[in-house]
């Protein structure tokens, strides 16, 4: 997943749906990228942070192994 994705889409006000279409592209492929199902090209990478305006690597930083076994609902058994 690319939180910092997600955010920045928030502070834009920029709705995925909108993002894909500036991008000419499939919303469903963008909702998969920002929630870290499908790992986006270069080319895209460069499109997306141009449109919001924002660092490539910033933008697309992954989010922490630890972090995602730590939701992910160990019991502790």
Do not use: C
């Amino acid at each position: 997943m690319y939180p910092n994705l997600k955010l920045q889409l928030w502070r834009t006000g920029l709705r995925q749906n909108r993002l894909a279409q500036k991008l000419n592209m499939d919303e469903t492929l963008l909702s998969r990228i920002v929630n870290g199902f499908r790992q986006p090209s270069d080319e895209l990478k460069v499109r997306i942070a141009e449109v919001l305006h924002s660092d490539i690597e910033w933008l697309f930083e992954a989010a922490h192994d630890g972090e995602q076994q730590r939701t992910s609902g160990q019991t502790g058994k």
